[in-house]
């Protein structure tokens, strides 16, 4: 009922009564008759974007972990190379990695028979790998210092309370340093997954048919232009969505 009624206050009914009249024009005045044609390498493409913002997600944060303790508290031979490539990653454009990776791996490849001979040949000629490479790399060197600030963040208090137990590094590390490092940083991992959803549009650039790359196909095809725009923000902006409220269901549950 509390709910209900904040949304019922005047202003956002007129916002919502202003986005319903936007979008009742939009569906009676625009062009939607290029949508069945495209609609099967839309969905695909959606899927596409869909997967490799999740593998990304799940693997760069995974690569995140040890980059921000090994900065937190690792020896200077650890801590310079984890902190030097989170340097690297977050001074330089996405896209110029994506290219890096992309057109000089991509090409270095192909000079080494060993390599056109084996069983991952077949990958590495496909443009996908080196995307998932790329963001996976940009979302590790960005969360891996986000972690360095979390793992600091956890009272060191806790810590010699359980040194004084005897509780060993490792299962200090998994019952105590870590779950309270994701605790503190999960409302930042909400809008680094939402960044790096809005990331995947640059992997058209090196032939990979997300959602975004169809959207530039229907206009070239059919120079329709507003359209396709309109609908491809209106997916990211779902997604996005999806995402906020799944983290803020995550949040609620995570014992404090």
Excluded at 185 to 209: D, N, R
Aim: glycine residues 6%.
């Amino acid at each position: 009922m509390i709910a209900l009624k904040s949304l019922l206050q005047p202003h956002r009914i007129v916002m919502m009564a202003l986005f319903a009249a936007l979008v009742v024009w939009c569906a009676i005045t625009l062009r939607w008759d290029w949508i069945p044609k495209y609609a099967p390498l839309a969905l695909e493409g959606l899927w596409t974007t869909i997967w490799i913002m999740a593998v990304t997600t799940v693997l760069g944060f995974i690569l995140a972990v040890p980059l921000g303790l090994a900065q937190a508290i690792g020896p200077w031979y650890l801590s310079i190379p984890a902190r030097s490539f989170c340097t690297i990653i977050r001074g330089t454009p996405l896209l110029l990695q994506i290219w890096l990776l992309y057109y000089g791996l991509g090409s270095l490849f192909p000079q080494f028979p060993w390599i056109r001979s084996s069983e991952l040949w077949p990958y590495l000629r496909q443009a996908w790998p080196y995307a998932v490479l790329a963001l996976t790399l940009s979302y590790a060197g960005y969360e891996g210092e986000v972690m360095r600030g979390a793992f600091s963040g956890v009272a060191k208090g806790q810590l010699e309370a359980a040194k004084s137990f005897g509780m060993r590094r490792s299962t200090m590390f998994r019952r105590i340093w870590l779950p309270q490092a994701i605790r503190n940083v999960l409302p930042t991992l909400g809008g680094e997954t939402i960044l790096q959803l809005k990331a995947t549009p640059l992997v058209a650039t090196i032939t990979v048919i997300d959602i975004y790359s169809v959207s530039s196909r229907v206009r070239a095809d059919t120079f329709i232009v507003y359209e396709p725009l309109l609908l491809l923000a209106i997916v990211y902006m779902v997604i996005a969505g999806l995402i906020t409220l799944a983290f803020k269901r995550f949040e609620v549950q995570v014992p404090h």
